[in-house]
Nanobody, 123 residues
Framework: QVQLVESGGGLVQPGGSLRLSCAASGDIFVIYSMGWYRQAPGKQRELVANMINNGTTDYAESVKGRFTISRDHAKNTVYLQMNSLKSEDTAVYFC?????????????????WGQGTQVTVSS
């Protein structure tokens, strides 16, 4: 199986910065994409940022210019640098990865999720 472990969440004042990390481990053949979603209380989970292997990125409109996603392919790790944080960025942030494993002679592709890390932006 595959495990995703997030770190870096916490409490920060408006205008501050945080850096989230997510490391994938397990029987990974290749990771096609890694990204971040978030879910605020009473709201649906939404895409924050995603990066595929060729470097193409996708960002939610609300975070463009403030958040930057990056990957360390050798470490199977994705990062989310969050600057100029606003109270509306408060949410649980989830890491996700599109992973292909080689299982019993076959390639199997699945999406995996981390357990989430809380980000709170408040004065």
């Amino acid at each position: 199986q595959v495990q995703l472990v997030e770190s870096g969440g916490g409490l920060v004042q408006p205008g501050g910065s945080l850096r989230l990390s997510c490391a994938a481990s397990g029987d990974i053949f290749v990771i096609y994409s890694m990204g971040w979603y978030r879910q605020a209380p009473g709201k649906q989970r939404e895409l924050v940022a995603n990066m595929i292997n060729n470097g193409t990125t996708d960002y939610a409109e609300s975070v463009k210019g403030r958040f930057t996603i990056s990957r360390d392919h050798a470490k199977n790790t994705v990062y989310l640098q969050m600057n100029s944080l606003k109270s509306e960025d408060t949410a649980v942030y989830f890491c996700t990865a599109d992973v292909t494993r080689y299982v019993m002679g076959k390639f199997q592709e699945d999406d995996y999720w981390g357990q989430g890390t809380q980000v709170t932006v408040s004065s």
